[in-house]
């Protein structure tokens, strides 16, 4: 998710509607304009519900944040940001996204949703031929692709290879390498008529030819499986140092050792591996199906078979892995995926046959009167009488009127479609649209999402102006406000250290006597470990004081080599400080990003007190009162 999308949501949690209501339900007031008991009361417990409990805030402290966003608001609104024409196209896009469920047919939806579930407990592994047409093809091209096609389908079904043929013929760029074999996939890896086609077609058959928006395909199913689901894993990754590749297969056969031996798969992860968006959690990755994971992830990861097994190491392209079962997730039941479909469905092309449902509804319910002497000129492609009629009426949607030249212009960007169908596919653009332009007059809730993403939007434009943007930009501001506030800014205690890591207690105790020796870590190394057995990993960095990967409660006292501090069962430390850093003030370019942060805060302070002095507020403390009491059940 997007900062901005963040930041919009948190938005919609504090924005609302102000209702018609007495004057005694006021609560507040903003230059006038009243915000209502019930308003609050609304975004009140909405956010109180999503919020944790430590963070939740009184009464009081909310209706003082509330008054805040009112008052950025109204100066969005008197800015005029509501007219900048960014902001109307990403309204609009934000429109069309919530628009969506509004134009499926639930009956079709339904169907979708389980011919949906149903292919999603089967793989299909498949092998495909494509022969490109654009778009926009001239039909002598699109004839010329079809006949390509069919001559390749002829070849197979005469007995030469479907791997050899689209290798030949098929103007898929990977069918050189792979013979068009796409592998295993299931509903939704696919665009759904091909998809549609490969679930139809039987194994070891070979498809007729048919189309997507990528071109003329054909489709031999080469096996089917039941689902495997999802898996989710942990992992350790070393990347490759390309000065040194045995550095990386060193350190990832000194873990698996450890591994072996029973050091805990999550602590070797946070300490040792590369991937850092996964060892703060372990080493734990988010569930994935098996073809959203690059092939050599995904085979190990499907082959293990219990829980908590390890895989040996192994390479892909990132570097070398070590891979650990946390849980396999079958398919789940219908009922637990339902909703998950309904949102995939309307967000792929199976939407279109729910979409054309709801059109015909609409054309049925809607009041539309036709010129059938326009409507003809058009089919006859009379052009003369045409381009004397373009501002006369084609037809009517409920006394809307589309004009002949509205079609006209449409059928510039569908020249290459038979007329009646150019003038049916107009008839129900313009039927849908009619919809669409209308929803908020129809449908309330939909009405009063949009104002939220409205006042979202334009929260966020103002906030980059007036707060983010200067923070950043205002390079002397942000000097001065640094200087001021210097003593804010500074290390904690560091220590240059080394960290080791033993399995055993006793070999613990070896490594802090060779320590203490001054002998190399790769002779500590060789001195402790046991050949394939590894009984000490290192560690060396610089740390703050406190930081995870120092042992718990550690201190940077002195420099010298502590005692050994028992961790678990299986994992004992010893940690040696060279060097110690005592707190000090930071410079500036290292502190920028704590400086920005405190800076924006400041601005946005600053630009409250602003907003109070020049947009009067007026609380109903009677009102207020009872708002207190109707919380506080």
Known sequence: MSFKH????????????????????????????????????????????????????????????????????????????????????????????LIIPYLTDSKITDALVKEAYDRMKTEINASHILVGVPPKSLPQDTLKAYQKIIEARTKIMNGASFESIAKEYSEDPSAQKNGGNLGYFSAFDMVYPFENVSYKTKVNEVSMPFRTRFGYHIVKVNDTRPSKGEVEVAHIMIKENAEDSLVAKTKIDELYAKLLQGDSFKFLAKMYSDDKNSAINGGTIPKFKYNRMIK???????????????????????????????????????????????????????????????VNKLMNEYNITKDDKLTQLFLKQDTIQIQQNLKHTLFTINEEKILLGDLIEFNKTHSNDDVENVYQDFLEFKTLNYFKDNLEKTDTSFAFTMQEYRDG?????????????????????????????????????????????????????????????????????????????????????????????????????????????????????????????????????????????????????????????KYPVKINKRALKKVIKLNSK
Request: hydrophobic share 35%; charged share 30%; proline share 2%.
């Open 6 to 97: 963040l930041i919009i949501i948190l938005c919609l949690t504090i924005g609302t509607h102000t209702q018609s209501q007495s004057k005694k339900n006021i609560l507040f007031t903003v230059v006038n304009t009243p915000v209502f008991i019930d308003e609050f009361n609304q975004v009140f417990n909405k956010n109180r519900d999503i919020v944790a409990e430590e963070n939740k805030k009184s009464i009081e402290e909310y209706l003082e944040l509330y008054i805040n966003y009112k008052l950025k608001l109204k100066q969005a609104y008197e800015l005029k940001y509501d007219t900048v024409t960014a902001y109307k196209r990403e309204l609009k896009s934000y429109r069309e996204q």
């Open 296 to 358: 050599s992830f995904a085979d190990i990861a499907f082959s293990l078979k219990e829980v908590n097994e390890i895989s040996k190491p192994f390479k892909t392209r990132f570097g070398w892995h070590i891979m650990t079962l946390i849980k396999k997730h079958p398919i789940q039941k219908f009922d637990q995926l339902q909703e998950e479909l309904i949102q995939k469905i309307e967000k792929n092309e199976r939407s279109k046959a729910a979409g054309k449902s709801i």
């Open 457 to 613: 939007l334009l929260l966020f434009d103002l906030l980059q102006d007036k707060v983010w943007k200067r923070a950043e930009k205002d390079t002397i501001a942000l000097q001065e406000f640094f200087n001021k506030n210097s003593d804010r800014y500074s290390w904690k205690k560091r220590g240059d250290v080394i960290i080791a890591s033993c399995t055993k207690h006793d070999k613990a105790l070896l490594v802090k006597k060779y320590l203490e020796e001054n002998k190399s870590l790769e002779e500590i190394k060789k001195l402790v470990n046991e050949g394939p057995v590894i009984h000490v990993i290192f560690t060396k960095r610089i740390l703050e004081e406190g930081h995870k990967k120092l042992p718990n409660n550690f201190k940077l006292d002195s420099v010298g080599i502590s005692d050994v501090i028992n961790i678990n069962e299986t994992n004992f430390s010893i940690v040696k400080t060279i060097k110690i850093m005592n707190p000090e003030p930071m410079e500036f370019k290292k502190a920028k990003g704590m400086v920005i942060n405190d800076f924006q805060e400041y601005l946005e302070k600053q630009w409250i007190k602003e907003l109070r002095k």
